[in-house]
Each structure stands twice: as C-alpha cells, then as structure tokens.
C-alpha cells in the first residue's frame, strides 16, 4: 500500500475521533448560550415605576438559567421600599418573569425637602408627585415610630371629629395639631386618646350655634375639658 493512501487513512481515522468532540463543544456552546438570561419582564406596577424593579432584576441578565436563583432575585426585588411582594420565575429560555404587589400610599410625609409618600405603617416608599390629595404629615422624620401610631389612630380621629383629616403636625411626643377638611382652624389633640375630639366637636356646634365666630384654634388634649381660642373681635364701624 503506498504511502499517500496510508496517510489519508490515518486523517480519516483522527477525523472521526476528534470531529464528535467538536460537534459535542458546538452544541454545548449554543445550548449554553440559549440557556443565558436575556429578558426581565416585570407586572404589578401601577403607581410606581418598574424600571427600578428591572434595574434590579437587570444583573442576572447574561447569567446561566440554572444560576440565577428566583430566591435572591426576589429578595432583591423586596428590598424596594414600595414593594410588598414579588412572585419571581427563571424560565430555560433565558426569561425573568416578576410579578409585584406594590404598597398602597396613605399619607404623605412634608417634614423636608421633596414630600415622599407613606404606607399606612409610616414606611416611606417613594417621592411624592405634587399636587396630592394625600393626608399630610408634618415633623414626624425623627420619629417614625410616632408617625406609624399616628397613622393608625386616622380612622379614629377622623370618626370622633365627623371630617375628614387633611393634616397632621407634630407639636410634641404625645401632641399633634390637626387639620380637618370642614375646619378652618387647627385642633389640638393627644392621638392616643381620639374620643377626646368627640366633646370637642360638640364644643365647637355649641359655639357656633351661639353665633359666636370660627375661633382661631381648639385644644382637646385634656379630658373633660376644651380649651377654645377666640378670634378677636371686630373693630366697631364708626358711626
């Protein structure tokens, strides 16, 4: 047998050792790159943006599927201060599919700078687009255990004055100025103690029924007595 026959035999027979190991490293690049997360999809969102939910989702973006764990992305995705809860799913072809329960804004915090919104355990989640039909909160960013009692006492204080609450104004630990939609001037109260408001709302239609004018300011902070604050009265037109 010559040679050159030889030879080529021999190329045929490494051909066919080495050719499936190439087939096997192919395929396994492309499934590898298949298997690569490529898109975030998130749902849920209504009063907040979801880019911040896809910025955070976004890192996984490259990542085998096997490796990105929907545990820590949705983890991740709760550390939001809007979000309440996330439902997260890697799926084999490369999609982050994220499902958001967001928080429900009840208030509004105006202590400084832009005003951010509240959920109803004093969380602060995000700014506050302007303007807001929101219930105020004024002085509580040191104490956002009191701003989180306040917030639970609305319904009860809303209920015992008959208005609805517009703004709150911390004055001290156990004080707060109040400001109803029906009244144009402040009520001091103790939010921890709202009936207190009850006496003074029939203080305040006492007075009014006397055809006394609005007075500038009523204080309800201590049971069993309501201090009301006159307005001054007006200069007598000369005759």
């Not at 010559?2 to 066919?16: C, E, F, I, N, T």
Request: glycine residues 6%.
């Amino acid at each position: 047998m010559s040679g050159p026959v030889r030879s080529r035999r021999g190329w045929w027979r490494l051909a066919k050792r080495v050719l499936p190991a190439f087939v096997l490293l192919g395929l396994t690049a492309t499934l590898a790159a298949a298997l690569q997360v490529r898109e975030v999809r998130v749902t849920g969102t209504h009063r907040f943006p979801a880019r911040e939910v896809e910025a955070v989702l976004q890192r996984a973006l490259g990542t085998p599927t096997v490796a990105a764990r929907a545990s820590d992305l949705r983890a991740s995705v709760r550390g939001l201060p809007w979000v309440e809860d996330a439902t997260v799913r890697v799926s084999l072809d490369g999609v982050v599919s994220c499902a958001v329960v967001e928080r429900t804004p009840v208030a509004v915090a105006v202590d400084h700078g832009p005003p951010r919104l509240l959920d109803r355990d004093g969380r602060l989640l995000a700014p506050a687009e302007t303007p807001t039909s929101l219930l105020e909160l004024d002085g509580f960013a040191a104490y956002p255990e009191e701003r989180a009692a306040v917030l639970a006492s609305v319904q009860a204080l809303q209920r015992c004055w008959d208005g609805r609450l517009e703004r709150v104004e911390r004055l001290g630990p156990h004080d707060v100025s109040l400001r109803f939609a029906d009244t144009p001037f402040p009520v001091l109260a103790d939010p921890g103690d709202p009936q207190l408001l009850t006496d003074a709302r029939k203080v305040l239609t006492a007075w009014m029924r006397a055809h006394n004018p609005a007075p500038l300011r009523m204080d309800a902070r201590i049971a069993g007595r309501v201090a009301v604050l006159p307005a001054p009265a007006l200069p007598e037109e000369a005759p």
